[in-house]
């Protein structure tokens, strides 16, 4: 019998995910099957047909069949294909896992030993002693002392006195008598509080000077009748705060009192308040300052009074790489001598940016100001002034200014700054010809409006305690409204200065000081004997000096000045010149 396999649908699908080539193959074995069961199919009838055609034409009466065996038609069990189409599925389902972690202790046998923490040893404190006494003795007949003396260190107080005395008997070619005597005075003491510092000073100046600037060849005059003295008696209490809360005002205050007589009965009594005030708004830090100045001016033939009151509000701000302070100085001036009431205003702008790294930061400003010409400041700049000065204070309009600074070098830093101001009544010296029967040697003030252009630098470097140096200068450029001259002011100044400390056993230091040229008002006579003045020049100046000091002990030591070494006779003032090479030496010792 005839075995069929079938197939349906489903295993024709089934298939479908073996591609189209392998279901093309299929097709086509089961067309050559059908063919061959056909053909077969043919081939079956053909026989039957003969046979049929066969029986017809004899009849199925004239056969005979004899059967020599008995014949039992079976139909064999057709075995049947078992296997059902299945789709396999490629994607694989994951069952649901369960994580889980034991937690088991370890002991380790290992006993880790504790490390103390590291703590930050204090630097030993450097040993203080109660005082300091120098003394020395130079030419020119130059005596020399200072003696310091303090508490040492505590929380609560500190407290000192110093003195000093320095003088000559001096007596120069072809001048008068030069001596001179400088005497000071200073006792000082402050005493701390948990929010404030109040100090405390009380100082006292006697300086005594001589008007030797005149030719001996003429007059022969004693040294007394020459003699000028300047006698200071100057108190002064400050209280500071030290807030640390930024929303609580910090402050300081400061109240002084000076008097200031000289031998002829000139006096000037000043008494000072300056006040600072400042608190954050914000990031920014609003400063208010206010000062209150009151001079009395006794004279020969007057005596007037000059009060100055200022108020100086300003914001000071600043960023990671910039500075800038911005504010206004409004200030009165009420002259009694001249019943006038002046008002001023001067802007106050300073601004920086560190452009790279601390090493370029340039800078630039404006600002203003009144300057008061007092007795006291004259006589410290020229003490060779005639006692009927006449007072006026000098107002700078304005002063633009810019610069850059910076460190070049953790040892090594700089500044360089150009600067233009406008002044009204700059004050200038010149010596006073108008009395007649005097020495001509003593010098007035005179005034003038004047513009200045200033250029200033200054490089420093320093080696830790082993090597100092420092260099500065200023070239300056004055022109009046009205003066011929700016007089006795220099085109220029320079300054070196260095130190060398040798495994702090020895140590050396120099200095050299250079001022430009600059001209004085001298008076000249024709030949008929008239008067009259003009300009001088007089030559710039270099002055050279060395020191060297041995420190035997840390309670002795000794030193030794040169000055003066080019031996030059040079004016600072006309008809005053200096000494000339002139040494001194000495030694420093702690008493205890």
């Given at each position: 019998m005839r075995e069929t396999k079938l197939f349906n649908?489903?295993?024709?699908?089934?298939?479908?995910?073996?591609?189209?080539?392998?279901?093309?193959?299929?097709?086509?074995?089961?067309?050559?099957?059908?063919?061959?069961?056909?053909?077969?199919?043919?081939?079956?009838?053909?026989?039957?047909?003969?046979?049929?055609?066969?029986?017809?034409?004899?009849?199925?009466?004239?056969?005979?069949?004899?059967?020599?065996?008995?014949?039992?038609?079976?139909?064999?069990d057709a075995v049947k294909l078992g296997d059902l189409p299945e789709i396999k599925d490629t994607v694989k389902k994951i069952a649901n896992i369960n994580y889980g972690i034991v937690s088991t202790p370890l002991v380790s046998k290992y006993e880790v030993i504790p490390i103390d923490a590291a703590k930050m040893q204090n630097e030993p404190l450097s040993k203080l002693y109660h005082s300091l006494l120098k003394v020395g003795m130079g030419t020119y007949t130059t005596p020399y002392g200072e003696f310091w003396i303090n508490s040492l260190r505590t929380r609560d107080v500190a407290y000192g006195l110093h003195l000093k005395h320095l003088s000559s008997s001096s007596h120069l070619k072809d001048v008068g008598y030069s001596g001179f005597s400088d005497n000071e005075g200073e006792i000082y003491g402050k005493k701390f509080y948990k929010k404030h510092t109040l100090s405390g000073e009380f100082n006292y100046k006697r300086n005594v000077s001589r008007f030797y600037g005149y030719d001996t060849t003429e007059n022969k005059l004693d040294k007394d009748y020459t003699k000028q003295r300047y006698q200071l008696f100057e108190p002064v209490v400050k209280l500071q705060s030290h807030y640390t809360d930024s929303s609580k005002i910090n402050h300081a205050i400061k109240v002084g009192y000076y008097n200031l007589k000289d031998l002829y009965n000139v006096?000037?009594?000043?008494i000072k308040l300056n006040t600072v005030f400042n608190t954050f708004i914000n990031k920014e830090l609003l400063f208010v300052a206010f000062d209150a100045d009151y001079y009395n001016h006794k004279l020969p033939n007057d005596t007037f009074n000059d009060v100055i009151i200022k108020l100086n509000p300003y914001f000071e701000t600043h960023g990671k790489k910039w500075m800038l302070d911005i504010g206004v100085a409004a200030t009165m001036d009420v002259f009694t001598n001249q019943s006038s009431t002046k008002f001023y205003f001067h802007p106050q702008l300073n601004a920086q940016f560190d452009v790279y790294e601390s090493i370029i930061i340039p800078y630039a400003g404006v600002n203003g100001g009144l300057q008061k010409n007092s007795l006291r400041s004259l006589s410290n700049e020229n003490p060779f002034i005639t006692n009927t000065l006449n007072y006026k204070n000098s107002n700078t309009k304005f002063n633009v200014f810019g610069g850059l600074k910076g460190n070049l070098s953790s040892k090594t830093s700089y500044d360089v700054k150009a600067s233009y101001s406008v002044v009204d009544s700059m004050h200038f010296f010149v010596?006073?010809?108008?009395?007649?029967?005097?020495?001509?040697?003593?010098?007035?003030?005179?005034?003038?409006?004047?513009?200045?252009?200033?250029?200033?630098?200054?490089?420093?470097?320093?080696?830790?305690?082993?090597?100092?140096?420092?260099?500065?200068?200023?070239?300056?450029?004055?022109?009046?409204?009205?003066?011929?001259?700016?007089?006795?002011?220099?085109?220029?100044?320079?300054?070196?200065?260095?130190?060398?400390?040798?495994?702090?056993?020895?140590?050396?230091?120099?200095?050299?000081?250079?001022?430009?040229?600059?001209?004085?008002?001298?008076?000249?006579?024709?030949?008929?004997?008239?008067?009259?003045?003009?300009?001088?020049?007089?030559?710039?100046?270099?002055?050279?000096?060395?020191?060297?000091?041995?420190?035997?002990?840390?309670?002795?030591?000794?030193?030794?000045?040169?000055?003066?070494?080019?031996?030059?006779?040079?004016?600072?003032?006309?008809?005053?010149?200096?000494?000339?090479?002139?040494?001194?030496?000495?030694?420093?010792?702690?008493?205890?």
């Open positions: 649908s489903e295993t024709i699908l089934s298939s479908s995910k073996y591609g189209n080539s392998f279901m093309y193959e299929q097709e086509q074995q089961i067309q050559k099957r059908r063919i061959k069961k056909l053909q077969w199919f043919f081939v079956l009838l053909l026989v039957l047909g003969y046979f049929a055609a066969a029986l017809a034409q004899t009849g199925l009466n004239d056969i005979n069949l004899n059967a020599e065996s008995v014949f039992e038609p079976t139909i064999k006096a000037e009594n000043n010596i006073d010809y108008t009395k007649n029967g005097t020495l001509d040697n003593q010098y007035k003030v005179i005034y003038d409006n004047t513009n200045l252009f200033n250029v200033s630098g200054q490089v420093k470097y320093q080696y830790k305690e082993k090597i100092h140096f420092i260099a500065k200068g200023n070239y300056y450029m004055y022109k009046t409204k009205n003066l011929t001259r700016a007089y006795h002011k220099p085109d220029f100044d320079l300054t070196f200065s260095a130190q060398y400390n040798l495994k702090s056993k020895i140590i050396l230091k120099g200095d050299v000081f250079v001022i430009g040229n600059q001209f004085a008002l001298t008076q000249v006579s024709d030949a008929s004997f008239k008067y009259t003045t003009e300009p001088k020049l007089l030559k710039g100046i270099v002055d050279v000096n060395l020191g060297a000091e041995y420190r035997y002990s840390k309670m002795l030591s000794f030193f030794v000045n040169f000055n003066n070494i080019a031996n030059t006779r040079y004016y600072r003032w006309e008809k005053y010149p200096s000494q000339r090479f002139n040494l001194m030496a000495g030694l420093t010792f702690i008493p205890f």
